[in-house]
């Protein structure tokens, strides 16, 4: 049975709502190195061909390095993470929405950190349905971020839909933990558009840059 849900993102966070592109929360930093001087954080960024031969910019950036930090003690399985992305997002999202995830590069991990924080905001709020399990990696893939490769052709031949009715006539949160080009997230967009989702918002907690 369908439900009323238009969008994700409740009313008061209705500007966030824009299912023909990606939302994102904050910057996932590739950084050479970090360092802690005087309590301030900063990092160095390579600006030429070799380290060490190159010239180092050091900038300030502390809010982006604190949320590269906090995306990757998620994903490597800190509850305090968790539950702050929990306390964060789940005001921001609607009752009565299904939550989906990009599944996994490796086909053999399925209980990995982001399926753990997609299925407790599924519990925060009373009425979301846990589509968690939709998106299903068949096939591992070397992981996108640390420069796998990334097509629509990729994704589609190594993910299979499992229980398309979870989000057949649902509004569907799709969730990532760190977006690159995006294209993982936009062919899970499509594939559950093709299972009868009647909106898909795409969220990833960082972005690359």
Not at 78 to 101: H, T
Not at 125 to 131: I, K, V
Request: some cysteine.
């Amino acid at each position: 049975m369908s439900n009323t849900t238009t969008a994700v993102f409740r009313e008061p966070y209705a500007e966030r709502n824009h299912p023909e592109r990606i939302v994102t929360f904050g910057a996932f930093l590739r950084v050479a190195q970090t360092l802690e001087t005087h309590g301030k954080l900063r990092y160095v960024r390579e600006t030429g061909p070799a380290y060490g031969a190159a010239r180092a910019e050091v900038a300030d950036d502390s809010a982006k390095l604190e949320h590269t930090r906090l995306v990757e003690a998620l994903n490597r399985g800190r509850k305090w993470a968790r539950e702050r992305f929990v306390r964060w997002l789940d005001p921001l999202l609607a009752a009565d929405i299904a939550i989906a995830i990009v599944p996994s590069h490796d086909a053999f991990n399925t209980e990995w950190p982001l399926r753990t924080l997609a299925q407790a905001l599924v519990t925060a709020t009373p009425g979301r349905t846990d589509a968690t399990g939709v998106l299903v990696r068949h096939t591992t893939i070397r992981r996108i971020v640390y420069g796998g490769p990334s097509t629509p052709e990729l994704h589609r031949e190594t993910i299979r839909l499992e229980s398309p009715d979870l989000v057949a006539g649902h509004a569907v949160l799709l969730l990532d933990d760190i977006a690159k080009s995006g294209t993982s997230l936009r062919t899970c967009r499509d594939l559950l558009y093709e299972s009868g989702a009647t909106v898909v918002q795409a969220v990833a907690l960082a972005r690359v840059v």
